[in-house]
């Protein structure tokens, strides 16, 4: 009977050593984790550069942008002047701004009408996305 014990002692180590060659190592396997740089937050202040304007007039919404952690970043950010329609905020003018400084942003209106408007910095590569107060414009 010894014989039979170490039959089956071999074939159990044999079973054994079998599956543990098949079985892949859990962390061979898992791709390393890439983690994103953290965004920084931007802080954007606008007004228009006249409280009332006439239809067809060109005047500037005016403000600075500035960046919250104070980085080293360069290039321009995209910034859109939005007006509230119906609810519903609507681009009406595009323009750009280096962080930590100022911008002007030629605006017109075809409409006699107060109107809400605000400036809306989308999210980029460095930055969340960040909104100005809303402030008011009339075009008679």
């Known amino acids: 009977m010894p014989m039979s014990s170490l039959t089956r002692t071999l074939a159990a180590l044999t079973v054994g050593c ?3 060659a098949v079985t892949p190592v859990a962390a061979s396997a898992a791709p390393a984790a890439v983690q994103a740089p953290a965004k920084h937050k931007m802080k954007v202040q606008a007004k228009a550069a006249k409280g009332k304007v006439k239809k ?24 859109i002047v939005q007006e509230l329609e119906a609810g519903a905020w609507v681009n009406v003018a595009t323009g750009g701004c ?10 017109s209106f075809d409409v006699s009408a107060t109107l809400s408007l605000r400036v ?10 960040a909104v100005s107060d809303v402030f008011a414009l009339v075009v008679l």
């Open 18 to 20: 079998a599956a543990l």
């Open 56 to 79: 067809h007039e060109r005047t500037q919404i005016k403000g600075r942008v500035d960046d919250a952690a104070r980085s080293a970043a360069s290039g321009t950010e995209t910034l």
């Open 98 to 107: 280096q962080p930590n400084g100022t911008f002007a942003i030629d605006v």
């Open 120 to 129: 809306f910095h989308p999210e980029s590569t460095l930055y969340v996305s």
